[in-house]
T-cell receptor, first 113, second 112 residues
Framework: NAGVTQTPKFQVLKTGQSMTLQCAQD?????MYWYRQDPGMGLRLIYY???????DKGEVPNGYNVSRLNKREFSLRLESAAPSQTSVYFC????????????FGPGTRLTVL | GENVEQHPSTLSVQEGDSAVIKCTYS??????FPWYKQELGKRPQLIID?????GEKKDQRIAVTLNKTAKHFSLHITETQPEDSAVYFC???????????FGKGTMLLVSP
């Protein structure tokens, strides 16, 4: 039982390059979330998926796209990376409605040069 | 949307002292208040949470108190230990389905 996994762990991109961050969970949770974490800014929600087949914008969606591939997988895509997207990205899952525990993946550290 | 403010941003204590971190929220309808701990280089993990139908909850050395009238909640850590050193985040429900709005975090340093 791996919980929530993310790939890659680290990535360096040049401005304008694209990449996809992968998140997978084996907890049979319905809802999945993508956050970015910057120093002094806490965790900010980028996009989320309440259930398979649905996605919604969070607080900071600009420059990102997401795909809920199936119940297990939720990917985050940067089409044209910018230095402002340098951050640590966390995926999280929640099992039920109403503010239950969020389980986080180990994170992806992304640097955009 | 919900606004969560967290204070202080950094907190240094001596081992054995108590530590208190406070958060305020804006949405009076919020009913769930979790606290997450993030050790250096690790993922955030839930350490304690409280729902709006109670005023206090304890789990060994940690406790959370909630004042719904004043719209604030606090994390209390007693008899601090060096392994309590971490960044602590408070949160409250966001505007989306099962979303959370997080505070900006408090870096707690416990010196031996």
């Amino acid at each position: 039982n791996a919980g929530v996994t993310q790939t890659p762990k680290f990535q360096v991109l040049k401005t304008g390059q694209s990449m996809t961050l992968q998140c997978a969970q084996d907890m049979n949770h319905n809802s999945m979330y993508w956050y970015r974490q910057d120093p002094g800014m806490g965790l900010r929600l980028i996009y989320y998926s309440a259930s398979e087949g649905t996605t919604d914008k969070g607080e900071v969606p600009n420059g990102y796209n997401v795909s809920r591939l199936n119940k297990r997988e939720f990917s985050l895509r940067l089409e044209s990376a910018a230095p402002s997207q340098t951050s640590v990205y966390f995926c999280a899952t929640v099992t039920t409605q109403g503010g239950d525990t969020q389980y986080f993946g180990p994170g992806t550290r992304l640097t955009v040069l | 949307g919900e606004n969560v403010e967290q204070h202080p941003s950094t907190l240094s204590v001596q081992e054995g002292d108590s530590a208190v971190i406070k958060c305020t929220y804006s949405d009076s309808a919020s009913n769930y208040f979790p606290w997450y701990k993030q050790e250096l280089g690790k993922r955030p993990q839930l350490i304690i949470d409280i729902r709006s139908n109670v005023g206090e909850k304890k789990d060994q050395r940690i406790a959370v108190t909630l004042n719904k009238t004043a719209k604030h909640f606090s994390l209390h850590i007693t008899e601090t230990q060096p392994e309590d050193s971490a960044v602590y985040f408070c949160a409250s429900p966001g505007s989306g389905y099962s979303t959370l709005t997080f505070g900006k975090g408090t870096m707690l340093l416990v010196s031996p």
